[in-house]
């Protein structure tokens, strides 16, 4: 038997085989008793055919696709395991099916992706610029204002005309080629002018219309909207708008601050002190992760390295499982969830995740090469933590959790945390 590997690209190698008709010639006969156990023919008993009568019935081709799958599954493994090949995902199996029969060499070739070769650039001593945390006077304002308005009331409008910003309390029927559609019409419905909520240009063509006045609107539905009837079509609105609202911000006073229920906070002052503690706070990790994150990103983008589609789709796959989860949990179909986040299909959604996911195979195919590179290994005692972590999380003790997660799989996660701190460590931050 022989074995021919090929290189394809950095992440596909492909295996040609030629097996000894001797190898392929046993398998016949393996193949036959696994078959015959279940043969019958009358006049004798069930898996008791002689070899020679089952071979006049069926023919010993009947037996070679099981002895295929016999020499091939044996040869593969015994090849993989020699040669130490990382396969990932499902292999391409060619046949050259002329050379299939007793007396012959059976040839057949493998196509695997397998774990990518990785070349690794600087990941050491990274310059980066850091964000300052500095909080401005601006950044209070504006977050005192963003509070302001969850406290604002809607207060009525008679003097002047609807403007953006303003809440229209209105009723509306919409028409296509003169006739009402189903979903189209509402009363005293409550429409902030300026959101986005209804069809572009609807609610630009309500300003400045007057309390009691009606109109007529025409716009046309969007190509992607969601009632196939209604993709870009054109369509005529009846208006009539009954009262103009506009919000009023409650002053930032002491009554403001009672309502707003802050543990030792009563004043104004104190008020304006816990916001820049609380807006530094934030700046400072929000600063602290970019940071990481670009560390991190420059570290992936230094390397070269071709990724495999299969750890790709598994990666998405498992975004798409996630997904799957939340819907269930919240008890609605995924399509209603996938709508809700502005997302048309499950394929969009997963073409979405693909830069994601392949971002994340190549940090971890990476950072494992780091780990190998710097000789990073977990300690018992590193795993011990993870294990009473683990089952600190999921409410188990220790020993369940032991038998379900071994050292083989808890040590890349340990190794690519310690592969991020050092990273971090030895950065040249600007």
Not at 76 to 81: F, L, R
Not at 194 to 223: L, W
Not at 387 to 398: D, T
Request: proline share 2%.
């Amino acid at each position: 038997m022989s074995i021919k590997v090929e290189k394809i690209s950095g992440c596909k190698t492909k295996l040609e085989f030629n097996v000894d008709s001797n190898i392929f010639d046993e398998a016949i006969d393996k193949a036959f008793e696994k078959k015959i156990v279940d043969v019958e023919i009358k006049g004798f008993r069930k898996g008791k055919v002689p070899r020679r009568i089952f071979n006049e019935r069926f023919g010993e081709e009947s037996l070679y696709e099981e002895a295929m799958n016999i020499v091939i599954n044996d040869q593969y493994i015994e090849a993989v395991t020699k040669k130490k090949l990382q396969v990932v995902g499902n292999p391409e199996l060619k046949v050259d099916f002329a050379s299939v029969g007793r007396g012959k060499d059976l040839k057949f070739t493998i196509e695997v992706e397998v774990w990518p070769e990785v070349k690794l650039g600087q990941y050491k001593e990274i310059e980066v610029e850091k964000e300052s945390g500095e909080v401005t006077e601006k950044d209070i304002d504006e977050y005192i204002d963003r509070i302001r308005n969850n406290y604002a009331e809607l207060v009525l409008v008679e003097d002047r005309a609807l403007a953006e910003g303003d809440t229209a309390v209105l009723d509306f029927e919409g028409f296509k080629d003169g006739k009402a559609f189903e979903g189209g019409k509402a009363e005293n419905y409550s429409l902030e002018i300026g959101s986005g909520q209804f069809i572009p240009g609807f609610e630009e063509q309500m300003v400045g219309m007057k309390a009691d006045e009606e109109k007529t609107i025409k716009v046309t539905f969007p190509e992607e909207y969601q009632v196939e009837d209604l993709k870009g079509a054109e369509a005529e609105f009846k208006v009539k708008l009954h009262e103009i609202k506009e919000r009023k911000l409650p002053e930032l006073d002491e009554e403001l601050i009672k309502e707003l229920d802050i543990e030792d906070v009563k004043t104004v002052e104190q008020y304006k002190e816990f916001v820049k503690e609380t807006l530094t706070k934030d700046k400072e990790e929000a600063s602290e992760n970019k940071l990481t994150n670009d560390l991190l990103t420059k570290a992936i983008e230094n390397a070269e390295l071709e990724v495999p589609e299969a750890l790709i789709q598994e990666e998405t796959n498992r975004y798409v499982s996630q997904l799957e989860s939340q819907a269930k949990q919240y008890n609605i179909p995924l399509e209603q969830l996938l709508m809700f986040n502005g997302i048309e299909s499950l394929e969009q959604y997963t073409e979405a995740m693909r830069p994601t996911s392949v971002m994340n195979v190549k940090q971890r195919a990476v950072f494992l090469k780091i780990a190998e590179e710097e000789k990073i290994k977990m300690t018992a005692k590193e795993y011990n933590d993870e294990l009473k972590e683990i089952a600190k999380q999921v409410n188990r003790s220790v020993d369940e959790v032991k038998a379900v997660y071994n050292k083989e799989m808890i040590t890349p996660y340990v190794q690519i945390r310690k592969v991020i701190d050092l990273i971090k460590d030895t950065a040249i931050i600007k």
